[in-house]
């Protein structure tokens, strides 16, 4: 796929210094530019590479001269990081505008789908789904019956969506996620044994939801497990049964959700963080790497530690425990003083 300098300034607002018909088909970092990419210069600290990268196009601001002489092509904008960005966006846009019914494809006949979608090789989709317009499924994924995908959703490959679960509009779900997997449910009996405990609710996620790779979101044992508008999921997260996850939070990789925990609306939770069931946590928490989560939490509360308490409560005790093996030899030298003077 390749971009002119003309076309990229066209979709950036841009002007050209330099050649405008320098074509590019790869991004690189300025240091690093090649022939044919396509760069940008926002950093100060990286200034200097502008006279040195062997890169096609460098997007920089409209404020920047140069001080030497360049090869680049220049694209000059507004905000150079946020003009790439948004190229960026553009072209992962066209990257997946895949349309059509790949072969071979198992689609139930009950199935309804909308307009310009995409289904990809070796895909199975199950009865009584509906899909919406513009929703793109790579290959090897597995939708169960009665799912519900609404416009815009991407599933890449190998996602898998057990029955009865709904995605909303515009939601990405990324390579080897489970929706719907059965909740951690078992009774115990008279012989010491384990016995399932049917899961019969399913997953919800409203719009605009990304659930990265290796995500597992398991489904209510009655209910819903439940995502809500906006949140972020990293790669490799638990979500248990009948969690529900408020608006626009964000959950950093490998962090664990036990089941029927309340977790309010913009919160930011960091990655390896353990979260216990049956607790509700607050709004606009923030809770930092590593933590465990054994109570409820209150609205704004900042936490870190396992178990977890106030960060700055956190911060203080840390310069004590580092030193502990040191204050603990000083009070036995300081009893042995004492004691030794009575």
Known sequence: MKFTALQIA???????????????????????????????LANPKYKSYIYSTKASITIVNKTFEPEGAITTTLVKVEDAYKSFSKLLEYYNQVKLNKFGIEQPTH??????????????AFTYIGENVTIGNNVKIFPNSYIGDNV?????????????????????????????VIIGADGFGFAPNENGEYTKVPQTGNVILEDFVDVGAATTIDRATLGSTIIRKGVKLDNQIQIAHNVEIGRNTVIAAQTGVAGSTKI?????????????????????????????????VKDDELLQGSPAFSYADYNKSYVYFKNLPKIIKEINENDKKVNGNS
């Open 148 to 176: 519900k995908i609404d416009d815009n959703s991407v599933l890449f490959a190998g996602a898998k969506v057990y029955s009865d679960c709904i995605i909303g509009k515009n939601c990405v779900i990324n390579s080897g």
């Open 264 to 296: 309010g609306e913009n919160c930011i939770i960091g990655g390896q963080v353990g979260i216990v069931g049956h607790i509700i946590i607050g709004n606009n928490v923030k809770i930092q790497a590593q933590s465990g989560i054994g109570r409820n």
């Open 107 to 120: 689609i139930a006949e009950s199935t309804v789908y909308g307009k310009d979608v995409y289904i990809g």
């Open 10 to 40: 066209g979709i950036l607002e841009g002007d050209i210094v330099g050649n405008p018909d320098v074509e590019v088909s790869k991004l690189s970092k300025i240091e690093e530019g090649v022939e044919g990419s396509l760069t940008f």
